[in-house]
T-cell receptor
Framework: AQSVSQHNHHVILSEAASLELGCNYSYGGTVNLFWYVQYPGQHLQLLLKYFSGDPLVKGIKGFEAEFIKSKFSFNLRKPSVQWSDTAEYFCAVTRSGSSYKLIFGSGTRLLVRP | NAGVTQTPKFQVLKTGQSMTLQCAQDMNHNSMYWYRQDPGMGLRLIYYSASEGTTDKGEVPNGYNVSRLNKREFSLRLESAAPSQTSVYFC????????????FGPGTRLTVT
């Protein structure tokens, strides 16, 4: 079965530190990849997505992610985090051509200390 | 544009009671979804509706039923609530097939005692 692994469940950083959150998926075919963010008390919002083309994807709020097909990975990065980035981050995968079965990772809780 | 709306925001049920969670979207999307979110498990798909008039089971459908009332509305029903259904429920919508982004509602926090 298709699965998504987020290895870091909790991450604590100080402001201005660099961030990298890992995401690996198990499906071997062509995939669409997403990172969603859930700020405290809010609903999920899309940070960025990859469908095809340049494997380095830029999203909102200075986030970016790199799709490495050979490693089945789609890691999220930000060079310098802010206190307002405190949130839970979810990686999600679906097969190309079908958005119905969006499989989520278990999430990573990020706490940024001021 | 309200996006995806859900009612109620909070609900407490006793074991065995029934209730319906309501979801509506105003983006003219074809597809709608129901997820549950549990700590450490991410979001899991309960049911989805690819288009008006169709519904299909997701990863964890047991104990739930759904109705796609029209293109805008997609409801989730718990016929006989169980403590294992304590969770946060999210509704989402998307344009349809093709890897389109899903847009999420604010969630319903349900506690079953």
């Amino acid at each position: 079965a298709q699965s998504v692994s987020q290895h870091n469940h909790h991450v604590i950083l100080s402001e201005a530190a660099s961030l990298e959150l890992g995401c690996n998926y198990s499906y071997g075919g062509t995939v669409n990849l997403f990172w969603y963010v859930q700020y405290p008390g809010q609903h999920l919002q899309l940070l960025l997505k990859y469908f095809s083309g340049d494997p380095l994807v830029k999203g909102i709020k200075g986030f970016e992610a790199e799709f490495i097909k050979s490693k089945f990975s789609f890691n999220l990065r930000k060079p310098s985090v802010q206190w307002s980035d405190t949130a839970e981050y979810f990686c999600a995968v679906t097969r190309s051509g079908s958005s119905y079965k969006l499989i989520f990772g278990s999430g990573t809780r990020l706490l940024v200390r001021p | 544009n309200a996006g995806v709306t859900q009612t109620p925001k909070f609900q407490v049920l006793k074991t065995g009671q029934s209730m319906t969670l309501q979801c509506a979207q105003d983006m003219n999307h074809n597809s709608m979804y129901w997820y549950r979110q549990d700590p450490g498990m991410g979001l899991r798909l309960i049911y989805y509706s690819a288009s008006e008039g169709t519904t299909d089971k997701g990863e964890v459908p047991n104990g739930y039923n759904v109705s796609r009332l029209n293109k805008r509305e997609f409801s989730l029903r718990l016929e006989s609530a169980a403590p294992s259904q304590t969770s946060v429920y999210f509704c989402a919508s998307s344009e349809g097939e093709g890897g389109h982004e899903q847009y999420f509602g604010p969630g319903t926090r349900l506690t079953v005692t």
